[in-house]
């Protein structure tokens, strides 16, 4: 399984964003997908996560409220809608994807990366 993410930019803070992340591959192994990000000189920290149905989806308590994920099977695609940035969102965001359903498994594919930018 292959992730590609993109959609990452520069906006200004309170602007919006939306990341997509396709799967490609042996897709049918996908289940729950996330997203993730890592800020210059931090730890990757987990932002938000989809089950296969899309119909359970977790949030960072500092993204609550601003960011909404999504997915679209059809397509194998998860989407991030990211909205009031601000600058401290300021990343690398990574897509990933469960090999297997459930909260304690592990994320098993990763894609490369996308960068979002936020300027004050």
């Known amino acids: 399984v292959q992730l590609q993410a993109s959609g990452g930019g520069l906006v200004q803070a309170g602007g919006s964003l939306r990341l997509s992340c396709a799967a490609s591959g042996r897709t049918s192994s996908v289940y729950d997908m996330g997203w993730f990000r890592q800020a210059p000189g931090k730890e990757r920290e987990f932002v938000s996560t989809?089950?296969?149905?899309?119909?359970?989806?977790y949030y960072a308590d500092s993204v609550k409220g601003r960011f909404t994920i999504s997915r679209d099977n059809a397509k194998n695609t998860v989407y991030l809608q990211i909205n009031s940035l601000k600058p401290e969102d300021t990343a690398v965001y990574y897509c990933?994807?469960?090999?297997?359903?459930?909260?304690?498994?592990?994320?098993?594919?990763w894609g490369q990366g996308t960068q979002v930018t936020v300027s004050s």
């Open positions: 990933a994807a469960k090999s297997a359903p459930g909260p304690h498994i592990g994320y098993a594919y």
């Open positions: 989809i089950n296969w149905g899309g119909s359970r989806t």
